[in-house]
């Protein structure tokens, strides 16, 4: 098992029972062909197997992927699955209302064909479908229920969202500094690391060819698929590419995403202390500052607790500092204790971390390289749970050359904003990326801020860009 199984809490959790460890993967060793090659095994990549072999079981599907199917973040996020409700402002700004329309059905459509799957084949990831939560962490996040819902009621989907006051808040979840918020009714919860290793046995069991330990040298532009790796090569009709922040140094998505880095801690068992907050129901929460926190509960009675975009990359490289990093793991813990004092001497049992991939427009992309046969899904920015299965289902489908509805959605073939060239986007992405959350631990404790971090914060959105204040 590599080391960030044994830090990432789900990962360990998931391993611990064969049924989602399963049996190791070969490494490829040898030349050999394929109908389609998938490159990753993350969702992406694995829901893109599945659809595929949907289509046609007597696909010849071959998948690689660098370490082990699910460790990276498939395997270790907060396992929202949001569907896009709560991206609909945005998706009305990019797309109109007819396309956030068809964005947010999708997305709410992802997550009952999610449901069905794990009941239909036999994977126990914790489902549970009780809505999430916008709360207001601090004074100054009050009113940031507003916006989300005027775009729903703009969009005529109100009926799917509840402003809560403080008390109505109280009987989800009591924290002293939660002020009150929206409820959005259909967001679901998985055990993530679960559901990517439930979703391997499965792929496994209905023969796709999956090898890992095999990292695939980047595919550009090209007439055929000739996919190379260290222990031989594939050569397919078709490529499907799910290698979510690892493209950052592809050619031609270098200034398509950025990586940042998430980081999370999770408490020991403590069932009888959420049940005296009341957060007894699946229900996850988020707050609304930039630098998003995230939380939710645990089957077994945990709080696991997630901060967004916390660090940057100078070079673009996923490093060992995504995987695990003192301080944005320190504040996940001391998020755990402000929200909850009585967890304070509740034992954290893990802190881990992964790279996020984030588009200009905070939404993800589909597209086809040049040449026609290598599609490609990316630029999640922290909201992949969900997303991946549709893009993924999108994906098989451009692999085989079929037009569905979702196919038809407005994030295949679009072009993302672009970020600016190096060096100034890596210096750029660390530099604005600090000013962020340093604004937000400022304003949340209720000081100032200096001009310098007020402008390096908001510089991304003044430019264009969905990120930040
Ligand atoms: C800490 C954290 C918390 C998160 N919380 C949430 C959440 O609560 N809800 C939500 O919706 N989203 C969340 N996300 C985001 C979500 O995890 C991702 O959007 C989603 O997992 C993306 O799936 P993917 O398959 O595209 O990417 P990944 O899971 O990253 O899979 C890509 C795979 O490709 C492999 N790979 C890369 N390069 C190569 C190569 N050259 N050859 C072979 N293999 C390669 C990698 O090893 C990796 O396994 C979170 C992410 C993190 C890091």
Redesign the pocket.
């Known amino acids: 098992m590599s080391d960030i199984a044994r830090t990432c809490w789900w990962l360990l959790e998931a391993m611990s029972h064969p049924e989602f460890r399963g049996d190791p993967a070969p490494a490829l060793k040898g030349d050999t062909t394929a109908d389609v090659v998938i490159?990753?095994?993350?969702?992406?990549?694995m829901w893109a197997a599945w659809h595929l072999k949907q289509a046609d079981p007597g696909l010849d599907v071959v998948l690689?992927?660098?370490?082990e199917?699910g460790?990276?973040?498939?395997g270790?996020?907060?396992?929202?699955?949001?569907g896009f409700y709560d991206h609909a402002g945005e998706l009305y700004e990019l797309f109109g209302r007819d396309g956030a329309l068809a964005m947010v059905d999708a997305g709410a459509q992802t997550i009952a064909e999610l449901a069905s799957w794990m009941t239909d084949n036999g994977v126990d990831a914790w489902f549970h479908q009780d809505g999430y939560i916008g709360v207001a962490s601090a004074p100054r996040q009050r009113g940031g229920w507003e916006e989300p819902l005027a775009v729903a009621r703009e969009l005529g989907i109100d009926d799917h969202y509840e402003q809560l006051d403080k008390a109505a808040l109280d009987r989800y979840c009591e924290s002293p500094v939660f002020e009150g918020g929206h409820l959005v009714r259909d967001g679901g919860t998985v055990h993530?690391g679960r559901l990517a290793r439930g979703l391997r046995r499965r792929l496994v069991e209905i023969g796709v060819r999956v090898y890992e330990h095999?990292?695939?040298e980047?595919l550009g532009p090209a007439p055929r698929v000739e996919v190379r790796t260290p222990g031989g090569t594939v050569k397919a009709g078709q490529a499907v590419v799910?290698?979510?922040?690892?493209m950052g140094t592809w050619k031609g998505f270098g200034n398509r995403i950025v990586a940042r880095g998430?980081?999370?801690a999770i408490t020991a068992p403590a069932p009888e202390r959420l049940a005296a907050i009341n957060w007894t129901t699946g229900v996850s929460i988020y707050d609304y500052r930039s630098a998003i926190r995230?939380l939710r509960t645990t089957d077994d009675g945990r709080i696991a607790l997630?901060v967004g975009g916390e660090r940057g990359t100078w070079t673009g490289a996923i490093g060992p500092s995504f995987d695990f990093d003192e301080t944005g793991t320190r504040h996940a813990v001391e998020a755990i204790h402000r929200f909850f004092p009585s967890f304070r001497d509740v034992p954290i049992e893990a802190r881990w971390?992964?790279?996020?991939?984030v588009s200009g427009t905070h939404q993800p992309f589909v597209g086809t390289m040049p040449g026609g046969r290598i599609h490609y899904g990316?630029g999640?920015t922290?909201?992949?749970?969900?997303?991946?299965h549709l893009v993924g289902k999108i994906l098989a489908a451009r692999a085989t050359g079929r037009e569905t509805a979702e196919t038809r959605l407005p994030i295949v073939d679009m072009e993302p904003r672009r970020w600016p060239p190096e060096p100034f986007r890596s210096v750029g992405a660390v530099i604005t990326n600090a000013a962020i959350v340093n604004r937000d631990n400022r304003l949340d404790e209720g000081q100032g801020v200096d001009p310098v971090t007020e402008f390096l914060a908001k510089l991304p959105r003044r430019m264009g860009y969905n990120i930040g204040p």
Not at 71 to 74: L, R, T, V, W
């Open positions: 490159v990753g095994g993350g969702y992406t990549g690689l992927e660098r370490d199917c460790f990276g973040p498939s270790r996020n907060g396992g929202f699955i949001n993530p095999t990292p695939a980047p799910g290698a979510n922040a690892w998430s980081y999370m995230y997630g971390g992964g790279p996020i991939d990316v999640y922290g909201n992949g749970v969900g997303p991946a």
